[in-house]
């Protein structure tokens, strides 16, 4: 059973081996979150889990929660659950980042780990969540209308990119 569960040193193998997933591949790790030092896990660990206390937040920055995709031992994808919005945010990145490891994709575990975050996103109090991804991001963005997403301004960064921003309504 696919579920979400949070970041804790007793996955180290497990998460060590996500990473090394990506960077053979080298592909960028979304979300970016979890894509940190981790010669020492533990601070590894905690830098995610002080992420989701305000106090421990830099200026600029928002609360967020990062989950693990799991179904049983395997760690499959992560998703990055920011509690609140900012300017920044608004335009790129929305409530939530995701990703499902390369050699997991194309099974439907992107659509099912969305799904799964927007409920955390409900517990949080928000009754719509922004979720982006890049207009050349065809799968991330099937991924967002399987979740109910309705299309919003794009919005153009500086290179050039376009990023598809979409609003999935929470409150049912």
Known sequence: M?????TSVEQKEQILAFLQEWHERD????????DRETTDFEAYVNTLRQKE???HIEEGRVPSTT??????EELLGAANIRH?????????????GYGVKPSARGRGLATRQLQLALEKVKELGIERA??????TNIASRQVILN???VADTPYTEEDGTIVERFWIDLKG
């Open 2 to 6: 696919l579920r979400l569960i949070k």
């Open 27 to 34: 592909e960028r790790i979304v979300p970016t979150s979890v």
């Open 53 to 55: 206390l305000r106090e």
């Open 67 to 72: 989950y693990w995709l799991t179904d049983g």
């Open 84 to 96: 609140e919005l900012n300017e920044s945010l608004l335009k790129i990145g929305g409530h939530v």
């Open 130 to 135: 922004l979720i982006t991804c890049n207009r």
């Open 147 to 149: 979740n109910g997403g």
